[in-house]
C-alpha cells in the first residue's frame, strides 16, 4: 500500500503564488509517472500536470504558471503555483503509478483545497 499526503493548499488572493506537496510514503526514485489533478465543484477531476519518465507536461490552462517537480531524496512532489486565478479554485490531487509484481497500480492523496478570491 501506498500513501500520497498532500498539504500546501489555502485560501490566496487572484495574482498570488502557493505550493502544494505531495509525500509518498516510499521511494519514489523508480516511479516514473506522477503528477496532479484538480478538480473543481461540479466539474470533472481534470489533469493539471504531470512528471513522465522525466518529462513534464502541463495542461493548457496552467503553462507558464505552474511548474511540477520532485524530490526523490525526500520522497515528495511539487506543484508551483503562480499566478493564480479565481477559476484555479479546485480540490488538488497528486497521484503516483506504482508497478508492483506484474501491473501498475494508480495511487491518490486525499486532496488538498485551493481557493483563489478576486
Known amino acids: 500500500q501506498v500513501q500520497l499526503v498532500e498539504s500546501g493548499g489555502g485560501l490566496v488572493q487572484a495574482g498570488g503564488s502557493l505550493r502544494l506537496s505531495c509525500a509518498v510514503s516510499?521511494?519514489?526514485?523508480?516511479?516514473?509517472?506522477m503528477g496532479w489533478y484538480r478538480q473543481a465543484p461540479g466539474k470533472q477531476r481534470e489533469l493539471v500536470a504531470t512528471?513522465?519518465?522525466?518529462?513534464?507536461n502541463y495542461a493548457d490552462l496552467v503553462k507558464g504558471r505552474f511548474t511540477i517537480s520532485r524530490d526523490n531524496a525526500k520522497n515528495t512532489v511539487y506543484l508551483q503555483m503562480n499566478n493564480l486565478k479565481p477559476e484555479d479554485t479546485a480540490v488538488y490531487y497528486c497521484?503516483?503509478?506504482?508497478?508492483?509484481?506484474?501491473?501498475?497500480?494508480?495511487?491518490w492523496g486525499q486532496g488538498t483545497q485551493v481557493t483563489v478570491s478576486s
Open positions: 512528471i513522465i519518465s522525466g518529462n513534464t
Open positions: 516510499r521511494s519514489i526514485f523508480s516511479i516514473n509517472d
Open positions: 497521484y503516483v503509478d506504482v508497478f508492483i509484481t506484474d501491473n501498475y497500480y494508480k495511487y
